[in-house]
């Protein structure tokens, strides 16, 4: 298993801009695709992003393409969700996870490590 720690998230105003940093440790970083999801209260955990363990293929939510982008450094052992024009429905925990797969993963199902979220929260 890798450990994961999130930081980064706050209150911003509608408009405005964050980005997530997901600390790993513990295993071999660049064996792990990473990703990132995000639970509003009373609704399900939801995909938000994804990126493969190189950096070189991504995938996104419908609902975010165009304003976040996920990437990684490697040698940092860190990944990030970039995060611009927020919305007030943008407010959630979001959570990075890893998977130990190289390819993209795309449900909850598909990742088996997790960090303990960090708050987003949008004000209008």
């Known amino acids: 298993q890798v450990q994961l720690v999130e930081s980064g998230g706050g209150l911003v105003q509608a408009g405005g801009s964050l980005r997530l940093s997901c600390a790993a440790s513990g295993r071999t970083f660049n064996n792990y695709a990473m990703g990132w999801f995000r639970q509003a209260p009373g609704k399900e955990r939801e995909f938000v992003a994804t990126?493969?363990?190189?950096?070189?293929?991504?995938g996104y939510a419908d609902f975010v393409k165009g304003r976040f982008t996920i990437s990684r450094d490697n040698a940092k052992n860190t990944v990030y969700l970039q995060m611009n024009s927020l919305k007030p429905e943008d407010t959630a925990v979001y959570y990075c996870a890893a998977r130990s797969y190289y390819g993209l993963g795309y449900r909850a199902v598909d990742f088996g490590s997790w960090g303990q979220g960090t708050q987003v929260t949008v004000s209008s």
């Open positions: 990126i493969n363990w190189s950096g070189t293929s991504t």
